[in-house]
């Protein structure tokens, strides 16, 4: 994207200008976001708010891996997008589980009947 970009704006050396990468970076988030809108529909009905709210939090999610990209390369985005869903989808995803849990067996001892006569 960058590169599309640079034609239209970039330095006397051809290089695309650092608002041009910008442009692009943020782009490309915003896209980033919306591809996460399907699993999002998976989950949810999805209203304009949750639309809103999905293409915000993972496009700045998608500008912090852009900006990895541009400064480390393709493999250090994908390294911490991977980390990233590992830490969020499975170790999150447990540990709301757990708590979820605990919390229903503190609800279930709390509105239990007293065993006393």
Do not use: C
Not at 50 to 76: D, H, K, P, S, T
Not at 78 to 106: N, Y
């Amino acid at each position: 994207m960058a590169w599309l970009i640079g034609f239209a704006w970039h330095l006397p050396t051809g290089k695309p200008t650092l608002g041009a990468l910008w442009l692009a970076n943020v782009l490309a988030a915003i896209i980033f976001g919306l591809g996460h809108l399907p699993a999002t529909a998976a989950l949810v009905e999805l209203t304009p708010i949750l639309i809103v709210r999905a293409i915000l939090l993972n496009g700045i999610v998608g500008v912090a891996f852009g900006y990895l990209f541009w400064q480390y390369g393709l493999e250090a985005a994908m390294l911490v997008h991977f980390t990233a869903d590992i830490v969020l989808h499975i170790i999150g995803d447990s540990i709301a589980k757990a708590i979820r849990a605990a919390e229903a067996q503190k609800k279930s001892r709390t509105s239990s009947p007293s065993s006393q006569p």
